[in-house]
C-alpha cells in the first residue's frame, strides 16, 4: 500500500469527529492507500483524542495506518501530505474575561492561532503539502497561514464546498431535480454571509439552473439569502452548528484537489487570488476551480459575470479586504 500522512487540528470536535472515519477508511484517498493520521487539539482536551483513536481502530479500516494524538502543532504537522485546519476560536467563545462577538476580535485572536500553525507546516510539512483551512474565518485565516508558512511550494485552499453543497440543494429542490444533476457551481468571494453562490452559471443537467428554475424573483432575493444564512439556520435548528456536513464538504475539498475533475465541470474552493476577474492578487478567495489530478490546481477562465453578479462579487471582495486591512500587523 500507498502511505500519506494527515494531519487535523480541533481532533476533539464535533466536525473532526465526522471526519476521521471516512479519512482512514479508504473513501477520501483510495483503498490502496494507508493513511497515517495526525490529530491535533489544545493541551486542554488532547486527552479526550485517545477516546477517538480506539474509535478509529475499534472501525477495522484495513487503510488505517499509524495515529498520534498531540498538543504540539510541529510534531502534529511533521512530514504531512495533507493538513486539514478544523480548529479554530468561535464566535461567542470567552478570552480572557471578554466575549467574543465582533468578527475583528474573531479574526485576531485566529490570527495569532494561524500565525503558529502556518510557520510550523511551511518549514515542516512535506514540501508540496495541501492545506485545507476549515476554521473560521476561513479565507483570512489561510491568508495568514500561507503568509506565514513563506513556502510557495505548499498549495492553501479554505474550503467554499459545504456552501457549494447548499447552493446545489437549494437549487435541486427549487427545480425539482436531483442533486446529482446540479453541475458547476461556484461560490465566489468569502465564505460569509457575503458570499455569491453563482446560480447563472451552475447547471441543470447541462442548462443554466437559472434558466431551468425560470422565476427571477426567488433566484435573487430568496435563494441567496437562504444560502447564504444556511448555517445559521442549522444552529437554530439544532442547537449547534453544522458538523456533518462541513466534515462532508471537506472530504468533497480534498477528492477534487487529488483528482482529475471531470470534463465542463469544475468545483469551488477559496485560493490566492492571481488576479483573475479583477480580484485583488494574494487575496484568498472562491473561484471556479480545475485538478489535473497531478497537484495543479486552475481559476476557470472566460465565464460570463452580469451586472448582478459583478455587484454581488463587489461585496465580498471589500469584505474580504477590510478583513485582510484588520489583520494587517499579522501579514508583515
Not at 494507508?34 to 479526550?48: A, F, G, S, T, Y
Not at 454571509?193 to 433566484?219: C, F, K, R
Not at 483528482?259 to 487570488?273: H, I, L, M, R, Y
Request: charged residues 25%; glycine residues 10%.
Amino acid at each position: 500500500m500507498k502511505e500519506i500522512n494527515v494531519a487535523v487540528t480541533g481532533g476533539a470536535g464535533q466536525i473532526a469527529y465526522s471526519l476521521l472515519p471516512r479519512l482512514v477508511s479508504g473513501e477520501t484517498f483510495g483503498v490502496d492507500t494507508k493513511v497515517n493520521l495526525r490529530l491535533i487539539e489544545i493541551p486542554q482536551v488532547v486527552d479526550k483524542l485517545e477516546g477517538t483513536i480506539m474509535e478509529l481502530i475499534d472501525c477495522g479500516f484495513e487503510q488505517t495506518g499509524s495515529l498520534l494524538a498531540t498538543a504540539d502543532i510541529k510534531e502534529g504537522v511533521k512530514d504531512a501530505h495533507w493538513v486539514l485546519l478544523v480548529g479554530s476560536i468561535p464566535r461567542g467563545i470567552v478570552v480572557d474575561g471578554k466575549k467574543i462577538e465582533e468578527r475583528s476580535d474573531l479574526l485576531k485572536i485566529n490570527g495569532g492561532i494561524f500565525t503558529d500553525q502556518g510557520e510550523a507546516i511551511g518549514k515542516l510539512a512535506q514540501e508540496d503539502a495541501k492545506i485545507l483551512v476549515v476554521g473560521n474565518p476561513a479565507n483570512t485565516n489561510a491568508l495568514i497561514g500561507r503568509t506565514k508558512s513563506e513556502n510557495p511550494a505548499q498549495s492553501w485552499f479554505a474550503m467554499t464546498a459545504l456552501d457549494a453543497n447548499r447552493a446545489k440543494a437549494q437549487l435541486a429542490e427549487k427545480a425539482g431535480a436531483e442533486i446529482s444533476s446540479v453541475t458547476n457551481m461556484t461560490v465566489w468571494g468569502n465564505h460569509s454571509p457575503t458570499m455569491y453562490p453563482d446560480p447563472y452559471n451552475a447547471q441543470i443537467d447541462g442548462v443554466s439552473a437559472v434558466e431551468v428554475i425560470n422565476d427571477l424573483d426567488w433566484v435573487e432575493n430568496e435563494y441567496l439569502p437562504l444560502v447564504q444564512q444556511r448555517g445559521k439556520a442549522v444552529i437554530d435548528a439544532r442547537g449547534a452548528s453544522s458538523a456533518a456536513s462541513a466534515a462532508n464538504a471537506a472530504i468533497d475539498t480534498v477528492k477534487a484537489v487529488d483528482n482529475k475533475t471531470e470534463e465542463g465541470d469544475w468545483f469551488s474552493a477559496a485560493v490566492p487570488s492571481d488576479g483573475s476577474y479583477g480580484i485583488p492578487e494574494d487575496l484568498i478567495f472562491g473561484f471556479p476551480l480545475t485538478s489535473n489530478g497531478q497537484g495543479k490546481i486552475d481559476i476557470v477562465q472566460g465565464i460570463e459575470l452580469n451586472d448582478f453578479a459583478q455587484a454581488k462579487i463587489k461585496i465580498t471582495t471589500d469584505e474580504l479586504l477590510s478583513e485582510k486591512e484588520a489583520v494587517k500587523d499579522l501579514l508583515d
